[in-house]
């Protein structure tokens, strides 16, 4: 069977598309946020002391760096689109989906810092992965900065493409170096993280959670884009008739 | 292919040498930014031998950032670039003579001052071998990443500061083993090599894409 797989790259079909599918994304969002939290709260064996509750911000805060990463990720695949396919939605998906991840990836920062505090005693420490999170951020921040400096759509669209994928192709580079600032003992300092030692009903909380963040994601991002198809294709014939521009 | 970057090169360094504040500018920026850190921090020898590495390779990557407009701005207003996006020779090459020029202008001269700056921190006399040595492989890469950066925000009204935000983030592979090299060799029986090898990956690494990629950002800023 032939799918037309470039029938939703024009925006004139896309932008309908992306209207039915905000609520059911946004429903989904809410429904498994409030299941999720419910399960971590009420759900979780009591096997901590009180004083070790504050590891319930895990719920937030795992989904949050996870979905922080991986905006980027889907924010550097729709830059290659759109540069390898020439297609001006991939730019329009690449530029809604970043502050987003933006979002996010300060939300991990910030709750972070407050486990940090409860546990550790301090705010911030130089922590590799928490230093990996903030060069994200300011990833983020250039992306974002670039594309709103640059007044021809096409031009900031192109650069700020180029951009991400310049950060994709570094930020292994970067995290790697952050993590082993001393090659000569590159192999001892591995970082353990497995889902093994995680009790199963933690787990799943944390899980539905980072499903919900994303459902989020797509939801938001969505709007945004079709905010931004609004707003370049505000000339267009199609925008003009279109019910809620009409009235 | 070689005639071009032959070229490209003789002529960004005959512009540079009758421009000659251009050069000295960055140079003097490094060295005013080195003299202001111990003013801030307090002058005991153990202090400055401990921050020395780390503010050499700050100030190493700031200098380069800040001369980073010039790469190709000049070029941008009175044509020139338009034409050297036309000839018929792989744009990569000559934006690759022009950052070799850009680095020989800016880096290579803080690479040279650099024992001076071993100096007025009290780094031990091998260590200042390494700075040399490390800033010798680290500040190409600075130049060739920072091409993109310039490229990218070329003509752009506060290009500047923005080339700042895109650029920094991508130099800290470059700073941490920069430095890590250098406070390495005080430290007995540590080993520096590693730390110069994986400075020489990330130089081969930005030749062979830098050039590339810096052409792409120019074709896409010029059109």
């Given at each position: ?247 | 292919?070689?005639?071009t970057?032959?070229t490209v090169l003789a002529r960004d360094i005959l512009l540079a040498?009758r421009r000659?504040?251009d ?44 001369a980073l407009e010039r790469l190709f701005a000049s070029d941008f207003a009175d044509g020139t670039l338009e034409q050297m996006l036309l000839v018929?020779?792989?744009l990569?090459i000559v934006v690759f003579a022009k950052v070799t020029a850009h680095?020989?202008l ?41 091409a993109?950066?310039a490229a990218?925000t070329l003509g752009?009204?506060?290009g ?54 810096t052409a792409?950002a120019l074709r896409?800023s010029v059109?």
């Amino acid at each position: 069977m032939a799918i037309n797989w470039f029938k939703y790259a024009s925006p004139a079909t896309f932008y309908p598309l992306a209207g039915r599918m905000i609520p059911w994304f946004a429903w989904l969002a809410i429904i498994l946020t409030l299941f999720g939290l419910y399960w971590g709260f009420f759900e979780t064996p009591s096997i901590l002391t009180d004083q070790k509750q504050y590891y319930r911000i895990i719920f937030v805060h795992v989904p949050a760096a996870w979905m922080s990463m991986w905006l980027y990720v889907v924010l550097a695949g729709w830059a290659i689109i759109g540069l390898v396919f020439n297609t001006r939605l991939s730019y329009m998906m690449a530029a809604a989906v970043a502050p987003t991840g933006a979002m996010f990836t300060f939300l991990s920062l910030w709750t972070g810092a407050f486990w940090g505090k409860t546990s550790w005693g301090t705010w911030w420490d130089w922590d590799p992965r928490m230093t990996s999170e903030l060069i994200l951020l300011f990833l983020y921040v250039g992306y974002m900065a670039l594309h709103s400096a640059i007044d021809d759509t096409r031009r900031a669209d192109r650069a700020s493409a180029l951009l991400a994928v310049v950060g994709v192709v570094l930020v292994p580079v970067i995290f790697w170096s952050i993590n082993c600032p001393d090659p000569n003992q590159c192999a001892a300092l591995h970082q353990q993280s497995s889902f093994k030692g995680v009790e199963s009903n933690i787990l799943l909380a944390m899980l539905v959670l980072s499903i919900a963040f994303w459902m989020y994601s797509f939801a938001v991002a969505f709007m945004r884009v079709r905010n931004i198809i609004l707003e370049r294709e505000r000339n267009t014939q199609w925008v003009r008739e279109l019910p809620e521009v009409c009235e | 292919m070689f005639q071009t970057f032959k070229t490209v090169l003789a002529r960004d360094i005959l512009l540079a040498t009758r421009r000659r504040t251009d050069v000295l500018t960055a140079l003097f920026f490094f060295l005013i930014v080195i003299s202001l850190f111990p003013l801030g921090v307090g002058i005991e020898s153990e202090v400055l031998r401990r921050i020395g590495p780390g503010v050499v390779w700050v100030a190493a990557l700031l200098a380069s950032m800040l001369a980073l407009e010039r790469l190709f701005a000049s070029d941008f207003a009175d044509g020139t670039l338009e034409q050297m996006l036309l000839v018929p020779q792989p744009l990569g090459i000559v934006v690759f003579a022009k950052v070799t020029a850009h680095w020989l202008l800016t880096g290579l001269p803080l690479v040279l001052i650099a024992p001076l700056i071993g100096l007025q921190y009290h780094l031990p006399g091998a260590t200042q071998g390494v700075m040399m040595l490390a800033l010798l492989l680290g500040t190409p890469v600075l130049s060739l990443i920072g091409a993109i950066g310039a490229a990218l925000t070329l003509g752009l009204r506060g290009g500047g500061i923005l080339i700042s935000l895109l650029v920094l983030p991508l130099y800290i592979p470059v700073l941490i083993y920069g430095s890590g090299a250098v406070s390495a060799s005080m430290m007995d029986g540590a080993a520096v090599q590693a730390y110069l090898f994986i400075l020489g990956a990330f130089l081969l690494l930005a030749v062979v894409f830098s050039p590339w990629a810096t052409a792409a950002a120019l074709r896409i800023s010029v059109e």
